[in-house]
């Protein structure tokens, strides 16, 4: 007997959900900029702009560190790209056997070089102190991450749009299964590059974003939903502030290839 499956029936069924859930999620179109961390190019609707991201999971910026993109670009030359298969297929990538040996010398006694460390301390701090400082619901943590609550997927995700539209800031939402609902927040990762001006930036940013969609600030009641505010259309060109520290960080790049790595650059 053949049974027939509505596979695109139910793949449409599966989708509708996620949208009626708010959890239907359209990633923002960004391109790194290899030496100028934090900052990223995002092709909006509207064109392309400049953007400040504090999401990435690159947490100390090594991905654009000079010595990890020159061993990637070697291995590339002299291996090719690509692994070829999985390792019970064609073998084991000898790049990977002498990464996995280095991981293990690493665990307990980290190599990451110390201003690099000290950098992502101070600016996780200094970023948590900032957003409280400005009455924003930073949520307790003993980690790197500094998690913002926002308690609603709709207005989670509003949140991160008018960031990145309004203000050059891309953070990403974060919403249920990957937290639980009720707790939808934003997740900001700062790292070493993430200096005093940026920090300044984004609470000023997520403070007119809260008020905007009338989110609860310190000691203020939550509003009701029809006192909150459609997104307006993005602009197509970056933000004064965020011109700017493109142009000095390039500069920078030019007069020390090593900017990236020195606190405060």
């Not at 298969?85 to 990464?99: M, P």
């Not at 509003?158 to 050059?168: F, I, K, M, P, Y």
């Not at 700017?244 to 606190?263: G, H, I, M, T, Y």
Request: hydrophobic fraction near 40%.
């Amino acid at each position: 007997m053949f049974y027939y499956f509505d596979y695109e029936g139910s793949f449409e069924s599966a989708v509708a959900t996620l949208k009626r859930e708010r959890r239907y999620r359209v990633f923002a179109d960004l391109e790194r900029k290899a030496g100028q961390l934090p900052y990223a190019l995002w092709n909006g609707p509207s064109g392309s702009r400049d953007v400040v991201v504090w999401c990435s999971n690159d947490y100390l910026g090594m991905g654009q560190h000079p010595k990890v993109i020159e061993a990637m670009c070697a291995a590339a030359h002299n291996m090719g790209a690509g692994a070829g298969g999985t390792r019970n297929i064609s073998g084991t990538n000898r790049a990977l056997v002498k990464l996995e040996a280095e991981l293990a010398d690493l665990h307990g006694k980290l190599k990451a070089s110390s201003i690099e460390r000290a950098g992502q301390r101070a600016a996780v701090s200094a970023t948590r102190a900032a957003l409280r400082k400005a009455g924003l619901p930073v949520m307790a943590t003993k980690t790197h991450i500094v998690p913002v609550m926002v308690g609603d997927p709709d207005l989670c995700k509003r949140a991160s749009d008018l960031l990145l539209e309004r203000h050059g800031i891309y953070i990403q939402p974060i919403n249920y299964p990957t937290v639980p609902r009720g707790t939808e927040r934003l997740r900001i990762t700062p790292t070493p590059a993430h200096d005093i001006r940026l920090i300044g930036q984004l609470a000023d940013a997520m403070v007119a974003v809260w008020q905007q969609l009338d989110l609860p600030l310190e000691n203020e009641v939550s509003p009701t939903n029809d006192q909150r505010i459609q997104p307006s259309p993005p602009s197509a060109s970056p933000s004064p502030a965020v011109a700017e520290d493109v142009a000095r960080r390039k500069l920078s790049k030019r007069n020390d290839p090593q900017f990236l790595w020195r606190l405060g650059c």
